[in-house]
């Protein structure tokens, strides 16, 4: 885990956007624009494309229709367009490539592959920075839309989290081929096991967390999430989520690991979303990764109580209805 | 202020620490331990060690008695060995540096150099990371230090403001030399008057800006500020400040340029400290600075009401005790 | 100011409702419903009725097209009926009753009289609770409406603050006849000149202020208070009116006496509006109310700064429209 | 459940203090006063009085040593000399009287009772109300003390929460003999079995909440509960009782009925404590009380999960200490 190495890769800048699949595509799209209170900027096939009022991008999710509920294609921006040119050639030298393809909705042309779970990725550069129409303007000339008001307005896109059969493979994956520092981990059995691992190319705590999938399913989703700004808009948004019959799994609470103030729900899809504030940045250059163990992490709670039996079992695709789990994998509670 | 060249100079990771002249030492040391609820980690000479709750490394603000109140030495880190080597050599060849310096309390060697406008700064790399004694240590295993719930309770440091005769000069100069990202400025006179220009080695807004002073002195501190994780803790402290008998300037509000939410007072030894929440992250790694002209600009508050004279003249060294003002520049309201 | 009588009258249970005049009946009423999150009940003639999502009766708010902005009937409801009939007939042989009323939406009959500063006024006990309708019923029991999330989302009606030529006799009438709390005062040249008066008939701090009117107009509103739970929430409160082009005045900040976090804006008919929370309840049978002198009340602002000119000045129906005014009177800022 | 009388009792002002015994008293005083950053403001024989900075009363907290935990007498303020002297006699004529006692610290004589359950209770009405000594006055004039800023810094007193063998016979007695309000109820079997019951004698969701023991002891303390005023705070404190080493048995979150956001923990004594904000005033002279049943109730929590089984099983005094628990009574989980 030494992370001290003096020039390290730095060629992915942050999460670009996240693709979700949802087998009920008018609700999801309820969920997220009239509920959490995204706006919705493109549509096109079966997808629309949305982003938070604090996003700089067009576009941060991408909401697809689909048989089953998980994640589509995770979008990295690269940090320059040499960059962009350099872990392609390095993800492909290692064999998890795919090819060059050619933009999304926004952006330039990105090369995609796939982590070693089989998680569907991308890397791009080029990008067209949202300019906001009229109705939308905000009076900050800093903010890239107005703040509308509408639901739990959700800032920013912040992380997802995915399952891995093994979250050690994953996580070497997004240190060495992508560049990301490696925040926290969770190891069980005198460090043999490893449960969850939370990495990000930036300054943000985790922009990508692993955790370890004991379904025998692949390349699922364990939760996508969006930001606010204060822990009393999360408290807010778990009274929006309620009133608008969402189910809410967990929170508001606060995580041991990340400190992250976090709030739970399944958008009407199937996906767990995360409503989320706090946490805190991470700026030093040679940053030891926190290592917790079975005592030190508990029940990942930091203020007391547990986290429900779903959150370590539940993810996306369910296996429970696509049918294609077969056990054998110690299982985790994941952030 | 193309800042979208494919392979800038990341060699900066974030603001080290701070160096606080004091003549009023107890009661500023009061101030930051008491008040402010920042730890006391050290002492040597005329000089205490502190640090807020959330700061990985020993000590962040060093509080040192002297004649009169302004900036010591700002200490930069850098992001690796060689990144500190780089440095050194460009900020030499360039006519600024001053030279090697053994290190400070907790640190190894820095190289020192002065910016255009004659503040003292440095760049280091090694540090001792803090290591709290037991009855500092956290119940997280990822807080270096127990939140001790004295006082205001700061997290830790943020950024800050100088002052500059000429803001363009030392804005060039921390681009160019430092390689910080220029995130916003003002323009005056369509563009001609550089006003005050906020600027970051990191994904944190700004970690520094210079702002102009038209007092005709030089050197001189703007502000220095502290992080909070939330804007109710910021109302905290305002509470807390005038309950202590410290005078509010300003605030707590919400500037335009940042979307800062603030709030300034003086510590006993005359120098503006900022207790500060919010803000944005910017990721972008081909960011559009913000530019803002006199109407956009309007009185930096985002809410209306305006800031007060004294947030545009006053600056320590106070030219009012020192007498070493002569006027020649725009004044101007900055962060 | 005694108030320790050992069985005060307590025939007033709370405010009921507030009537506010607006020249610009849609804006306003797109200020109360779509900004701050209102909800309207009824329409009649040119007058809609609205209420916050906590408002436990149907209507709390009355807004009526008018040629002039300013205060229409004020409403408070009776403890009891005997209650009612008690007060009907203390003010009517106080002089100031108008006479009985046939109800208005949703209420039994009301007494109808002036204050001796001349707002038109009204006492009720009937009052048909509120039922929401299905889209509008909250998935809390106890909670009337359900938290729609629409703008600011005002909760409930909290207090109103009328102008007065002479504070001393209405304040007086409020003690006297209504049977109101007095719970702070504003007392210049040693008590003889009374500047300002908070007073309430029940727990809330004020439910109706008395505050000096030096413009020679009469029956004048300074503001219309309504209530939101967090300090946080009139933050966010304030993020909306600008983003929604509505001038905010004042705060959000706290003033001194009564401890609330205000912010003050303008609904579009000219009405001085405030978006409020805090203070504090009084509980004590013995109250005895808080004098403030010139020195003690300083600006009115508990953080520092200044409450803007036309915070004192400026009232509806406004004298520079209406052309009415005459000077006379100690002017005040009021709460 | 007929509250509609026209002319209701209201010869209770409020609660004036709960006196807690502790078989732990120093560690007791260090968790009131230096973790909830209460005031000691008196010591006498083997109690200490405290008091929340915004308490007008000298004390609201007895602090007494004993063999076990649980609540001593729960003393209440009437609104004046006549309602003390007619709450003595109506208490004295239905049997529950004790006597007329020497007052506590700060106050005059109280007639001392117990209700139905056997609880100790008391009324007063004269009391010193509290003046700060000058190194604890607020600059605040408003204020009784200073905001001191240490630990959690509770601001007032709010309510308790007693188990009884009988919820209805105890409801009953506040409603007929105290002249307290039904703000909420639980019944369970179509309304047969009352669960628990939420009363007040003021503007105040509950001051006196009675909730069922299945345990078959008697007399026991549920929860103390102490306000502060924002949320914020109240996830605030979380953080500083898991820094202090303190168990947090549930929270912070949101309780459906009442509203409130709760925070439960248990002082080093064995007692529950609350820290509690939100919730909502009722004014309404017409309240009708709401009631759940087993469906509507759900676990208590608005947001989802579920409150633990200590909250339902757990009281003081322990029956496993005192070992005086026989069955017989359905559980239920109050607030």
């Given at each position: 885990m030494d992370q001290t190495a003096h020039e390290p890769i730095r060629d992915i800048a942050h999460l670009g956007s996240v693709e979700l699949l949802t087998p009920r595509f008018d609700k999801s799209l309820w969920y997220f624009r009239d509920v959490l209170g995204m706006e919705v900027v493109h549509s096109a096939g079966d997808s629309a494309f949305l982003r938070g009022y604090g996003d700089y991008a067009s576009t941060t999710l991408k909401l697809t229709a689909a048989a089953n509920a998980g994640p589509g294609c995770i979008a990295w921006r690269a940090a320059s367009m040499p960059a962009l040119e350099r872990r392609a050639e390095a993800i492909g030298r290692a064999g998890l490539g795919i090819g060059w393809n050619e933009g999304e909705f926004g952006r330039g042309r990105s090369y995609r592959f796939h982590d070693p779970e089989g998680h569907l990725m991308e890397v791009y550069y080029d990008e067209s920075r949202y300019r906001a129409p009229d109705h939308l303007r905000?009076?900050?000339?800093?903010?890239?839309?107005?703040?509308?008001?509408?639901?739990?307005?959700?800032r920013r896109t912040d992380h997802l989290a995915l399952m891995a059969r093994d979250v050690a493979a994953n996580r070497r994956f997004a240190q060495?081929?992508?560049?990301?520092?490696?925040s926290e981990t969770v190891r069980f059995e005198n460090g043999a096991k490893e449960i969850g691992s939370w990495l990000s190319p930036?300054?943000?705590?985790?922009e990508l967390a692993y955790v370890a999938d004991a379904?025998?399913?692949?390349?699922?989703?364990h939760h996508f999430s969006l930001w606010v700004d204060n822990r009393e808009d999360v408290l807010r948004a778990a009274d929006i989520l309620v009133e608008n019959g969402i189910f809410i799994e967990a929170g508001p609470s606060r995580h041991n690991n990340s400190q992250a103030f976090y709030l739970y729900s399944y958008e009407p899809g199937g996906n767990r979303i995360e409503v989320y504030s706090g946490s805190f940045l991470i700026l030093a250059p040679d940053w030891e990764p926190v290592v917790w163990n079975e005592e030190e992490r508990g029940t990942g709670v930091y203020w007391g109580g547990a986290l429900p039996d779903s959150f370590i079992e539940y993810a996306t695709p369910d296996v429970a209805v696509t049918g294609t789990a077969q056990k054998g994998v110690p299982v985790f509670d994941p952030r």
């Open positions: 905000s009076t900050l000339k800093n903010l890239p839309m107005r703040y509308t008001a509408r639901g739990v307005n959700v060495e081929l992508l560049g990301f520092r490696l930036s300054a943000v705590h985790h379904s025998g399913a692949s390349g699922r989703l």
